[in-house]
């Protein structure tokens, strides 16, 4: 499989540490709102990765946070602590904010058809962890106490900037905007590793440290529930593209420093979602959840298809008219795949073809509207109808979009609505006619099919037997 690695900027053929097993981590949400349509967009393609690996037939153990701590309102330390003001907003404790949010968010991946990982690790387990890290880290000079705080001192780095040939000025986030520059840092781009003092609102959960009663950073927390369930490397780190500055360089940076030797090999990141203003995100206020999506009577689907038919590194623009064009897609594609009958023998060959197609989509850098193309290719092929269903089975362990579920629930509710209008009288004549035909007294079956006709019946003779329908 090849793959785009964020760290050398070129597609390269995937080879994990290890045959057995591919090590996946990837970065978990933030548990003080509902998760935005925008973040989903990042969990479906990270979703189709594992599955893709899966599917290619590799293991896969996967790893995920949940932030429940210590992530500022500003990726680089600054402003209110998010789970603070989730909690001030809903008139809660931060601890019953995260248990809710962590709910609604598995509740959302459900219906958006997200497996849940392997390990799904809230942060506030793990203080042990990053006391021990940063503890190795001030022991080896790459970090400093100042003003309370623990610091990275990202000059003690050959590269710090790994994810781009950007320099200091272009990613200045230490003095954005409106955010004061904190004066303990001894570079702009030091970050915080453990707090004991924010001139912000106290935090709500504190622990006990060298340092003093305090609580760690945002970024501390994915490198140190990284290590602990997957060991010193991983093959695959993933996250939204927001993540690669500083999120995942400031991983690097304590990990690798850390751990003395190289820690992840393949970066993914998924681009945004963006509305016709910019990013979606939280901070602009109104957002959409998959639970508005619904209550507009959108099926959760659709949006993963949605999502599917655009490359992972492409920005998608979200508007309601796209949404709806894929619902139609969506809709048609269900419709055609219940007019096939599960009967036939499947063609091994044909379906090998097809796989072919489904895998070199895959393959080249997880190209999911290619993949959709190949569900496509299926429904044309001039194959038995056993080959296409079970062709259109193997591509949805990858695709998940119920395909197979929802074509059984068309062709289940078009039964439904023949079933409904029986008539005893219309179905004493179809079975005449039947008869007559059998009888070869083709003249009275033609009477027959004229009679009803009149009376605005039609009769579709399926491999199943004579079906009618009024029109
Ligand atoms: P958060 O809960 O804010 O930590 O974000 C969870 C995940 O969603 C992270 O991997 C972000 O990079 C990602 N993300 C945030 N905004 C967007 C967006 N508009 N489109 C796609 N992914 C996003
Ligand atoms: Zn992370």
């Not at 942060?123 to 100042?146: F, P, S």
């Not at 420093?257 to 206020?285: E, R």
Request: hydrophobic share 35%; net charge negative.
């Amino acid at each position: 499989m090849y793959l785009y690695n964020s760290l050398s900027h070129k597609k390269e053929l995937f080879q994990p540490n290890s045959p057995d097993i591919v090590k996946m981590y990837t970065c978990g949400p933030t548990v003080y709102h509902y998760a935005h349509i925008g973040n989903l967009r990042t969990y479906i393609m990270e979703d189709v990765l594992e599955k893709s690996l899966r599917y290619l037939g590799y293991n896969v153990k996967r790893v995920m946070n949940i932030t429940d701590v210590g992530h500022l309102a500003s990726d680089a330390d600054t402003g209110e602590d998010k789970m603070l003001k989730g909690a001030k907003r809903e008139n809660k404790t931060v601890m019953e904010i995260a248990q809710y949010y962590t709910d609604a968010f598995f509740a959302d991946c459900d219906k958006l058809n997200i497996k849940k990982p392997d390990v799904v690790e809230p942060a506030t387990n793990c203080i042990d962890e990053y006391i021990h890290m940063v503890q190795t880290l001030l022991e080896k000079g790459n970090a400093y106490l100042a003003g309370g705080n623990v610091y990275f001192d990202t000059s003690t780095l050959e590269k710090y900037y790994v994810f781009n040939d950007h320099d200091e000025e272009d990613l200045n986030v230490g003095v954005r905007e409106g955010v004061e520059e904190d004066s303990n840092k001894r570079n702009k781009n030091d970050f915080v590793l453990w707090f004991t003092k924010s001139k912000f609102e106290d935090q709500a959960l504190k622990w006990d440290s060298p340092w003093g009663v305090g609580y760690p950073g945002w970024h501390i927390e994915c490198s140190c529930i990284s290590m602990k369930h997957l060991g010193e490397d991983i093959d695959i780190h993933a996250g939204g593209i927001d993540n690669a500055f500083p999120h995942h360089t400031n991983e690097i940076a304590q990990s690798e420093s850390f751990l003395g030797h190289k820690w992840c090999n393949y970066w993914f990141h998924v681009h945004h979602l963006n509305t016709d203003t910019g990013k979606m995100s939280k901070s602009k206020g109104e957002f959409l959840t998959v639970s508005l999506l619904e209550q507009k009577g959108y099926n959760p689907m659709a949006y993963r298809l949605f999502c599917l038919q655009s490359h992972y590194r492409r920005n998608l623009v979200f508007s309601w008219e796209n949404l709806d064009n894929a619902v139609v897609a969506y809709d048609k594609l269900v419709a055609k795949i219940a007019t096939l009958q599960d009967n036939g023998d499947v063609d091994a060959n044909v379906l090998q073809a097809l796989k072919e197609r489904f895998v070199n989509a895959l393959n080249g850098d997880l190209n999911t509207s290619l993949a959709i193309t190949a569900v496509y290719d299926v429904l044309k092929a001039k194959t038995t109808d056993a080959t296409k269903l079970a062709a259109i089975a193997d591509f949805d362990k990858v695709l998940s979009l119920d395909l197979l579920k929802a074509a059984n629930t068309v062709r289940k509710q078009q039964e439904q609505e023949t079933a409904a209008s029986a008539d005893p009288e219309i179905d004493a004549l179809v079975a005449a006619r039947t008869q007559a035909k059998k009888d070869k007294n083709y003249a009275e079956a033609d009477r027959i099919r004229d009679e009803l006709k009149s009376r605005g019946i039609e009769i579709i003779d399926t491999p199943q037997g004579t079906k009618w329908r009024k029109v």
